[in-house]
């Protein structure tokens, strides 16, 4: 089974410059996370989605960050403009949702985007 | 009270030897203790996890000791081997929400 996809591994941009991220979730799974990861911490939740619905975005940075999940498969997360403090590894999880809302928790990470901000 | 405190930062342990790291919690709705691993250059990968109603999980070498009263879950890693050198996360869930401690950076020497 393929595992969650993200791209580009690395970027590097000037402060005040615009950047985006790609996800692609496992097969099925509905629910897609966006996950910040400054060196040294732990990945803290920016966004989560329930198929192409937001459920919990409350530590989103509306005034920079935005992210979209057409059609409830793909994501994208969008940096503009980016500040030197974004610095830092954009991790997508995604997990599988059962019936009736009962759930592992087992969130199924991809290998990061690493984000380097000038 | 959303947050996870994780202890030690860093850990430094000889092969064969015990590796405990120690995770408290405030919010009493957790309902899901899961740990996560991270090597270098990779996202996180479920290791282990437990629910507040057993009091401890052993798979393998990997063992989870489960306090409710205190509000504290620790992961003991015994025999442990290089190849277990990595940043070790616990994280509490409350239904789908995942909340990370800060990580502990362990490290093995043969």
């Known amino acids: 089974e393929a595992g969650v996809a993200q791209s580009p591994r690395y970027k590097i941009i000037e402060k005040r410059q615009s950047v985006a991220f790609w996800c692609n979730p496992i097969?099925?799974?509905?629910?897609l996370y966006w996950y910040q990861q400054i060196l040294g911490q732990g990945p803290k939740l920016l966004i989560q989605?329930?198929?192409?619905?937001?459920?919990?975005d409350s530590q989103l940075p509306k005034d920079r960050f935005s992210a979209e999940r057409l059609k409830g498969v793909d994501s994208t997360l969008k940096i503009q403009p980016a500040k030197l403090e974004d610095s830092a590894v954009y991790l997508c999880?995604?997990?599988?949702?059962?019936?009736?809302?009962?759930?592992?928790?087992?969130?199924?990470f991809g290998e990061g985007s690493r984000l380097t901000v000038l | 009270q959303q947050q996870v405190k994780q202890s030690p930062q860093s850990l430094i342990v000889q092969k064969g030897g015990i590796s405990i790291i120690n995770c408290a919690y405030e919010?009493?709705?957790?309902?899901?203790f899961p740990w996560y691993q991270q090597f270098p250059g990779k996202g996180p990968a479920l290791l282990i996890a437990?629910?507040?109603?057993?009091s401890e999980k052993k798979e393998g070498r990997f063992t989870i000791s489960f306090n409710k009263s205190a509000k504290q879950f620790s992961l003991h890693i015994m025999d442990s081997q290089p190849g277990d050198s990595a940043t070790y996360f616990c994280?509490?869930?409350?239904?789908?929400?995942?909340?990370f401690g800060t990580g502990t950076r362990l490290q093995v020497f043969p």
């Open positions: 999880a995604s997990s599988l949702n059962l019936a009736g809302g009962a759930n592992t928790g087992e969130l199924f």
């Open positions: 097969s099925g799974h509905a629910t």
């Open positions: 989605f329930q198929n192409n619905g937001v459920v919990d």
């Open positions: 919010n009493t709705a957790f309902d899901y």
């Open positions: 437990i629910r507040p109603d057993v």
């Open positions: 994280a509490a869930s409350t239904g789908d929400k995942l909340i």
